[in-house]
């Protein structure tokens, strides 16, 4: 997969957007240098090919409610790609399972779940025993607090370096 070719213009448009997916085509035409017509155009174009992929608002949980937050380390048993491919499928079905990572390393996957507390956690983790997807070992995690969660990425700092 090739990367993009995105101008400096094209980095700010993408900064200023992560920082506020609300930002207004007259707020973000200034904050990047443009006039409103050329900027929208230009974030449209990072939209259709993908580049943007979504708006969405954070949401501060734990002042909703207090939750549990646990990551987990999955081995499987079998390394086949049908083995792979179950245990994949039965956890993209799962809500309370926000992330899943496939690693390389010691695991096979690290995964992020929200959970209303640790009983719940491990009813969760239960239930994934039961239906028997693969499961080997898995280890548990619980985040005490949470230090940096940033979700702007640096996607300047990101790019190759230019020769």
Avoid: N
């Amino acid at each position: 997969m090739t990367a993009a070719k995105l101008d400096a213009i094209d980095l700010k448009i993408l900064d200023a957007i992560q920082r506020d997916g609300r930002i207004t085509k007259l707020a973000l035409a200034e904050q990047v240098g443009l006039s409103p017509t050329p900027c929208w155009m230009r974030l449209r174009k990072l939209e259709k090919a993908g580049i943007v992929s979504g708006y969405h608002a954070r949401i501060a949980m734990r002042v909703v409610a207090p939750v549990a937050t646990v990551l987990m380390e999955v081995t499987l048993a079998s390394h086949r790609q049908a083995d792979f491919d179950r245990f994949e499928r039965v956890i993209r079905d799962i809500p309370e399972i926000v992330a899943c990572w496939s690693v390389g390393g010691g695991v096979d996957y690290v995964l992020k779940v929200m959970a209303r507390d640790i009983d719940a956690y491990q009813r969760l983790v239960d239930s994934l025993l039961e239906r028997e997807i693969g499961i080997d070992r898995y280890f548990t995690y619980i985040v005490i607090k949470t230090v940096k969660d940033d979700v702007a990425l640096p996607v300047a700092d990101l790019l190759p370096a230019s020769p």
